[in-house]
Nanobody, 124 residues
Framework: QVQLVESGGGLVQAGGSLRLSCAAS????????MGWFRRAPGKAREFVAS????????EYADSVKGRFTTSRDNAKNTVYLQMNSLKPEDTAVYYC?????????????????WGQGTQVTVSS
């Protein structure tokens, strides 16, 4: 069992930055990949980024490549999502998720534990 708690969401102007954090407890943190997903109003949940258990491999959605960076600190049991050059279309509830293996998957079914989500709102 893994418990996840996100933080760092908020309201920011277009072009600004935010950093999301996700603190994990439960299983050995480095033993599983972590993913970030988001759900915008009226849309399905979509993949944003993921990182392997060791932190040496990442995946990104095309819509965020070059703007978002995910990283993890296994000593602190925490994963981060640094979001730069934010756009209004990035507005969504952001979720972190934990997988069953170290491999950073890109589908929601690659993850079994989910946080409660944190709201990110980007104004134009």
């Amino acid at each position: 069992q893994v418990q996840l708690v996100e933080s760092g969401g908020g309201l920011v102007q277009a072009g600004g930055s935010l950093r999301l954090s996700c603190a994990a407890s439960g299983r050995t943190f480095s033993s599983y990949a972590m993913g970030w997903f988001r759900r915008a109003p009226g849309k399905a949940r979509e993949f944003v980024a993921s990182i392997s258990g060791t932190g040496d491999s990442t995946e990104y959605a095309d819509s965020v490549k070059g703007r978002f960076t995910t990283s993890r600190d296994n000593a602190k049991n925490t994963v981060y999502l640094q979001m730069n050059s934010l756009k209004p279309e990035d507005t969504a509830v952001y979720y972190c998720a934990a997988g069953l293996t170290r491999v950073p998957g890109v589908g929601r079914y690659d993850y079994v534990y989910w946080g409660q989500g944190t709201q990110v709102t980007v104004s134009s």
